[in-house]
């Protein structure tokens, strides 16, 4: 097989691939709000100690926006800044990580929130 057929046909299966994709966009109302509901709001909610402790309230789009007593957690646009990711990527202090005390986000559902914050963090 010639080069140019090989790196022809690594083209043709690259500009398949989802990444090579058009971007659907992430909704915050149907993709990410039930990850956090199901898996943050349960301490970040009034009367939770997540709350108490950092004053992140997880159970609204403006929670989540408005950040903590420390600061924003969502960067709109730049997940690598925001907090959120730091934290529930693993990549802060291991007392940090979130959830805390508890099993962490699959890859797919960090990646998904990772989208919508490099899509504009919008409320959609």
């Given at each position: 097989?010639?080069?140019?057929?090989?790196?022809?046909?690594?083209?043709?299966?690259?500009?398949?691939?989802?990444?090579?994709?058009?971007?659907?966009?992430?909704?915050?109302?149907?993709?990410?709000?039930?990850?956090?509901?199901?898996?943050?709001?349960?301490?970040?909610?009034?009367?939770?100690?997540?709350?108490?402790?950092?004053?992140?309230?997880?159970?609204?789009?403006?929670?989540?926006?408005?950040?903590?007593?420390?600061?924003?957690?969502?960067?709109?646009?730049?997940?690598?800044?925001?907090?959120?990711?730091?934290?529930?990527?693993?990549?802060?202090?291991?007392?940090l990580?979130?959830?805390?005390?508890?099993?962490?986000?699959?890859?797919?559902?960090?990646?998904?929130?990772?989208?919508?914050?490099?899509?504009?963090?919008?409320?959609n």
């Amino acid at each position: 097989m010639k080069i140019t057929t090989i790196a022809a046909a690594a083209l043709a299966v690259c500009l398949a691939t989802p990444a090579f994709a058009k971007q659907e966009p992430v909704s915050f109302a149907e993709d990410i709000q039930p990850i956090l509901q199901i898996r943050c709001a349960v301490c970040h909610q009034p009367g939770g100690d997540g709350l108490e402790k950092s004053g992140l309230d997880m159970t609204s789009y403006e929670g989540l926006m408005k950040g903590t007593k420390h600061g924003p957690m969502i960067v709109a646009g730049d997940p690598v800044t925001s907090n959120l990711m730091v934290l529930i990527d693993g990549k802060a202090d291991k007392s940090l990580q979130m959830p805390h005390g508890k099993k962490k986000l699959s890859s797919c559902d960090r990646d998904l929130i990772r989208k919508w914050i490099k899509q504009g963090a919008k409320n959609n």
